[in-house]
């Protein structure tokens, strides 16, 4: 099961994901991703600290609007990465493509800066 | 947009942010012809419109027969592609035309309820023998013969895609008052996705503003309601309609099939005299045709779709087993061993030894993210080039760097791939590696006893960053050291307490293991085993162990020719990977 909790700061989207981000559940997180891009957000905040697990679907629809918003100038930051998902995201070295933040707020204040 | 001619003529396709028409299986307008580029146009949204754009296609791209670069789409323009072409639709198609507002109670104000579970058409049906007025009872016929003629109009339709137009359509006619029509339907996480809107008015561009009042009242109540809406709309304010002055009339009926909602029934109208009583039982009684089509429907597009994927899995299984290698090396000194287990489903693992001048050897573990035949035909795409990179250059981490982009230029945005390149020097004793975020080499020194995890050089996994740069590292091997490459699958292995292996079990494993690359493999996949009991594994386990053999003799570092593996004869996709012959290095600009 994967919840998810959309917000929106000034021109910053943030996403706080809540369970798991696996193959079953990415593809609604990618329909959720399909609408922010298609409503031109390009700055987008990944709050990880209720998500539990994550494989590499998970890691894919996150790497996908990471790839898709850089092409529009924007980035992806994450915040409060932990557990499993900071594993995986140590493990693939992705933390040398990410910018990860303890607090949603240095994430968005990034965006200003 | 619609395909008018072509290889699937009548085929309705949904146009979103971003949509490629071409010859590649992965584009979303597929069209198999052999004069069709590749990548041959796309059609983005620009500011809310659709632009169509070339991409460097051979044979062009023509809007109402002119040659086209980039063009900005209005309803009904034909774009074609070489023999296919495509009617664009504005009017009927636009999904995203409409917003849900949150409204106060004095908004919208519903004046008529039916509840669709005995909605009033049924009434009729058991009041038609009872009832003596005659305009009644022509009244009740009519409404029934309506409903019966809907439902036959659409109770056959099986592909969603000419289903939910139909449905509209008919609406549309049997409602000559209704000025918008719109379909809903509840989508996987039962939120409301608007499918279709058609418009009477052809400079209507509006958005059709829902109630999430009365949305919530049709969907959890299971209500047909007809409402009064004095929301401002946009469209009343050129005067148009200054009798009526923001004031609409709209009927929304739930499309409730066996114990669900599937979706809603929306029209809306100017002036409070629209839509009368007889009009929303009518629609709860078109509402409730159209749901046993949409589930009906919806039940043939799930077999299909399982059907097709049992296919796809199939076939993937098999396009994976034709380009793993079928043999090992072999070279004087060393031992090699490798193994491939798929978890249930055919996952994404693969390895590759490629035969190198100089007395060397390429060695590939690489995991990709994805499953089913696109990651199969993909991994089968990269062996191919990979193989030609290693072939051309040295270093493993400039090899790593084309990889990566390689993959970016794929294009498919979430896939990535994690890839250990290892060049094993066979003569000089050493083993050149570099890493693209994929699980550390680990190696066992006989004569010191330790294993060591070859973590301290590591980069991106390929397709995240097209600018990613990679690093090189190499150790030398001693008599009787083993080296150990492998995907993540072996160290996640879970427990049926849903412990992983984990890299100390692994590590474990090795310092007490024999160094024969087959032996020592064996020795890592038993004790994973061990741990895994009989716990299902969701993930592709792929082991490749080099050993270097000892006693210490003199490396006589030929590598014997190794045998060309057998293809199945099923698949041949990866044609050239294996000729004996070197293939000429891809030269890039």
């Known amino acids: 099961m994967l919840d998810y909790d959309r917000q929106e700061r000034g021109d910053v989207t943030i996403f706080s994901l809540k369970g798991n981000l696996d193959a079953l559940t990415a593809p609604s997180l990618k329909k959720e991703i399909e609408s922010l891009l298609a409503s031109r957000k390009i700055n987008v905040v990944f709050d990880l600290a209720g998500l539990e697990l994550i494989d590499s679907s998970g890691v894919g629809a996150i790497v996908s609007l990471f790839k898709r918003v850089r092409t529009l100038q924007g980035d992806v930051k994450i915040a409060r990465l932990q557990g499993q998902p900071a594993e995986i995201f140590k493990l693939l070295r992705l933390d040398k493509a990410f910018d990860i933040f303890d607090t949603i707020d240095r994430a968005v204040e990034r965006f200003r800066s | ?174 409602f000559p008052k209704a000025e918008r029509v719109l379909l809903m339907l509840t989508g996987d996480d039962g939120h409301l996705v608007p499918k279709v809107v058609k418009r009477r008015s052809e400079t209507d561009d509006a958005e ?178 990979l193989r030609y990179f290693a072939l051309a250059e040295s270093d493993p981490a400039r090899v790593l760097g084309w990889m990566n982009r390689a993959v970016i230029e794929f294009g498919q945005d979430d896939m990535f791939v994690t890839l250990l390149y290892a060049v094993l020097d066979a003569h000089g004793r050493r083993l050149h590696f570099a890493n693209a975020g994929h699980m550390p080499p680990v190696v066992r020194r006989r004569d010191e006893g330790d294993v060591l995890v070859l973590d301290q050089v590591s980069g991106l996994p390929l397709g995240v960053l097209p ?56 020795r890592a996949l038993t004790s994973c085993r061990d741990h895994v009991g009989d716990a299902p594994q969701f993930d592709d386990t792929t082991v490749v162990c080099v050993g270097l053999e000892h006693p210490d003799r003199p490396p006589d570092a030929a590598i014997t020719a190794r045998e060309e593996p057998p293809r199945t004869g099923e698949i041949d996709l990866n044609q050239g990977a294996y000729r004996s012959r070197r293939p000429r290095p891809r030269t890039r600009s």
Not at chain 2, 484 to 493: F, N, R
Request: charged content about 25%; aromatic content about 8%.
């Open chain 2, 1 to 174: 947009m619609r395909e008018l001619q072509g290889p699937n003529a009548g085929a309705v396709y949904e146009l979103r942010d971003l949509c490629v028409l071409g010859r590649a299986l992965d584009c979303q307008v597929h069209i198999r012809d052999l004069t069709v580029s590749r990548r041959h146009a796309r059609i983005s949204k620009v500011d809310g419109r659709y632009v169509v754009e070339d991409l460097g296609s051979g044979n062009g791209t023509y809007v109402n027969d002119k040659a086209v670069t980039r063009h900005f789409l209005s309803h009904r323009d034909v774009i074609r592609v070489c023999s296919a072409r495509f009617e664009f639709q504005e009017h009927e198609q636009r999904p995203d035309a409409v917003t849900y507002v949150g409204d106060p109670a004095a908004m919208a104000q519903i004046v008529k309820r039916v509840d669709a579970a005995q909605p009033l058409f049924r009434q009729d049906a058991a009041a038609l023998t009872t009832v003596t007025d005659p305009k009644a009872v022509i009244a009740m016929a009519e409404r029934l013969e309506t409903i019966y003629a809907v439902s036959e109009a659409i109770s056959s339709i099986l592909d969603l895609d000419e289903l939910l137009p139909e449905i509209v359509n008919r609406v549309f006619a049997v």
């Open chain 2, 208 to 385: 059709v503003k829902v109630s999430q009042t009365i949305l919530h009242e049709v969907t959890t109540q299971r209500n047909a309601v007809l409402s009064h809406d004095a929301m401002e709309d946009q469209r009343f304010k050129g005067g148009r309609s200054v009798a009526n002055f923001g004031i609409r009339a709209m009927m929304a009926a739930p499309l409730v099939w066996r114990t669900e909602v599937l979706g809603v029934l929306y029209l809306d109208s100017f002036g409070i005299a629209a839509f009368t009583q007889a009009d929303l039982s009518l629609l709860t009684g078109i509402a409730g045709q159209s749901a046993g089509a949409v589930g009906n429907a919806r039940l043939h597009e799930e077999l299909l779709k399982r059907q097709r994927l049992e296919r796809d899995l199939h076939l993937a299984e098999r396009i994976q087993q034709s380009f793993l290698p079928r043999k090992i090396p072999k070279v004087r000194g060393y031992s090699f061993s490798a193994r491939y287990d798929p978890a249930y489903e055919v996952g994404g693992d693969f390895y590759d030894f490629i035969r190198l001048p100089d007395d060397r050897l390429g060695l590939v573990v690489a995991d990709v993210s994805g499953k089913g035949v696109s990651a199969a035909l993909y991994m089968a795409r990269l062996t191919r080039d």
């Open chain 2, 467 to 522: 600018d990613a740069e990679y690093e090189a590292d190499s150790f030398e091997l001693i008599p009787g050291d083993s080296v150990m490459l492998y995907t993540d699958g072996l160290v996640e292995a879970m427990s049926p307490s849903r412990e992983m292996y984990g890299m100390a079990r692994l590590v474990q494993a090795m310092a007490s293991g024999p160094s024969d690359a087959a032996l020592l493999l064996e």
